[in-house]
């Protein structure tokens, strides 16, 4: 018998079923401590302990060495890094969850020293001036190189290829990261993306290099494994909302409604959206995008128990993602069943340290 609270209650996506509607979003916890970038044991105990959530989301991933723009981050472009990702999957799995891999490249928002020296890549040779954490600790990330035609092929194929060894590793499904101010919000945006060929100038040229890059990986699976993240409110560094955001984006999603991939999640951010140029999704940025998508959204973005029932029940969202109450709750769906209190995380060790604040979180009593 399904609960009557909406939370708990089955849903499809593609072909897979999900026993509720609480989502593990993706979090960068840096615990990827060796330079080949191989999941470790500690992150498949990670996983699984978390693996009640209807679906959980890995944190983003590299596709390829020039997607890099942070230390002790997990890749997904070798086979080594494969057999890593298998472990983690496997103890999901075991566990009784499903989980998809997140693979985002960062484009501008990198640095040098993360890459032997070389510019990082990027549509346009504009600079996000990110602070980017290297091993000498923060840097201003530089002037980008411009992305070449070559470029941007071989990294539609990087995205593909990283999707076959998701396949190999075991995933239930690959997440395109399409969010804040790395690669793709980089081409879909104006002020970043000043090209003159077929990637750039119109929406539908900025829009293109997200939708080959989709199209590269569905045709690596299928379209019901794969999902995308956007997050049109929101900036990072330089790039910012502009005039043309919204109108970019409605393009984008109605072009990835088309596809039927397995779901769409839109970040909304916590802050004051009045006076910006994006202050129509001050009420929801689900509620405003579901005009223009008819397939499966997942809502994330400072959600509580309360609020995430509440998009569901309004039909705004069908799946609700949380991040930062999944660090110190391995039981969020169990905690919110029986209404326990959230324990408290300790941001001290959210990017550093070993299994100390990252697998040594008890689950509830009751």
Same mark, same amino acid.
């Given at each position: 018998?399904?609960?009557?609270?909406?939370?708990?209650?089955?849903?499809?996506?593609?072909?897979?079923?999900?026993?509720? /509607?609480?989502?593990?979003?993706?979090?960068?916890?840096?615990?990827?401590?060796?330079?080949?970038?191989?999941?470790? =044991?500690?992150?498949?105990?990670?996983? $699984?302990?978390?693996?009640?959530?209807?679906?959980?989301?890995?944190?983003?991933?590299?596709?390829?060495e020039e997607a890099i723009g942070?230390?002790?981050?997990?890749?997904?472009?070798?086979?080594?890094?494969?057999?890593?990702?298998? $472990?983690?999957?496997?103890?999901?799995?075991?566990?009784?969850?499903?989980?998809?891999?997140?693979?985002?490249?960062?484009?501008?928002?990198?640095?040098?020293?993360?890459?032997?020296?070389?510019?990082?890549?990027?549509?346009?040779?504009?600079?996000?001036?990110?602070?980017?954490?290297?091993?000498?600790?923060?840097?201003?990330?530089?002037?980008?190189?411009?992305?070449?035609?070559?470029?941007?092929?071989?990294?539609?194929?990087?995205?593909?290829?990283?999707?076959?060894?998701?396949?190999?590793?075991?995933?239930?499904?690959?997440?395109?990261?399409?969010?804040?101010?790395?690669?793709?919000?980089?081409?879909?945006?104006?002020?970043?993306?000043?090209?003159?060929?077929?990637?750039?100038?119109?929406?539908?040229?900025?829009?293109?290099?997200?939708?080959?890059?989709?199209?590269?990986?569905?045709?690596?699976?299928?379209?019901?494994?794969?999902? +995308?993240?956007?997050?049109?409110?929101?900036? +990072?560094?330089?790039?910012?909302?502009? =005039?043309?955001?919204?109108?970019?984006?409605?393009? +984008?999603?109605?072009?990835? #409604?088309?596809?039927?991939? =397995?779901?769409?999640?839109?970040?909304?951010?916590?802050?004051?959206?009045?006076?910006?140029?994006?202050?129509?999704?001050?009420?929801?940025?689900?509620?405003?995008?579901?005009?223009?998508?008819?397939?499966?959204?997942? #809502?994330?973005?400072?959600?509580?128990? #309360?609020?995430? /029932?509440?998009?569901?029940?309004?039909?705004?969202?069908?799946?609700?993602?949380?991040?930062?109450?999944?660090?110190?709750?391995?039981?969020?769906?169990?905690?919110f069943q029986h209404g326990l209190?959230?324990?408290?995380?300790?941001?001290?060790?959210?990017?550093?340290?070993?299994?100390r604040g990252y697998t040594d979180?008890? $689950?509830?009593?009751?």
């Amino acid at each position: 018998m399904h609960s009557s609270d909406i939370l708990f209650q089955p849903i499809k996506i593609g072909d897979l079923e999900l026993p509720n /509607r609480i989502v593990m979003a993706s979090l960068s916890r840096a615990r990827t401590g060796n330079p080949e970038l191989i999941p470790i =044991a500690l992150q498949a105990e990670y996983y $699984r302990q978390r693996a009640s959530a209807g679906l959980i989301l890995s944190e983003g991933t590299w596709p390829s060495e020039e997607a890099i723009g942070a230390l002790h981050v997990p890749g997904l472009f070798t086979e080594a890094q494969a057999e890593g990702w298998k $472990r983690v999957t496997e103890a999901v799995h075991a566990a009784g969850g499903r989980i998809f891999v997140q693979l985002g490249h960062c484009g501008a928002a990198s640095h040098p020293d993360l890459h032997g020296g070389r510019l990082p890549l990027a549509p346009s040779s504009v600079s996000l001036e990110q602070p980017v954490f290297t091993p000498e600790g923060f840097k201003t990330s530089p002037v980008p190189q411009a992305m070449t035609l070559d470029d941007i092929e071989r990294t539609v194929a990087d995205y593909a290829r990283a999707t076959r060894l998701a396949r190999q590793a075991g995933f239930d499904g690959v997440e395109l990261h399409g969010i804040v101010g790395y690669l793709i919000p980089e081409f879909l945006n104006e002020t970043f993306n000043l090209r003159e060929d077929r990637y750039g100038g119109s929406i539908e040229n900025r829009a293109r290099f997200a939708l080959e890059v989709l199209d590269a990986m569905i045709g690596e699976w299928s379209a019901g494994r794969v999902g +995308l993240k956007l997050s049109p409110g929101v900036g +990072l560094g330089k790039l910012q909302p502009t =005039a043309q955001t919204l109108p970019t984006y409605q393009y +984008l999603v109605s072009q990835v #409604a088309k596809r039927k991939i =397995a779901y769409l999640q839109l970040y909304h951010p916590a802050g004051d959206l009045g006076a910006t140029p994006v202050e129509a999704l001050a009420g929801g940025t689900a509620a405003y995008f579901r005009q223009f998508y008819d397939g499966v959204i997942m #809502a994330n973005g400072a959600l509580t128990q #309360a609020s995430a /029932r509440a998009l569901l029940e309004a039909g705004d969202a069908d799946l609700v993602s949380f991040g930062a109450p999944y660090i110190a709750n391995p039981d969020l769906v169990e905690r919110f069943q029986h209404g326990l209190a959230l324990a408290q995380a300790d941001e001290e060790t959210y990017y550093q340290g070993g299994e100390r604040g990252y697998t040594d979180y008890p $689950r509830a009593q009751r």
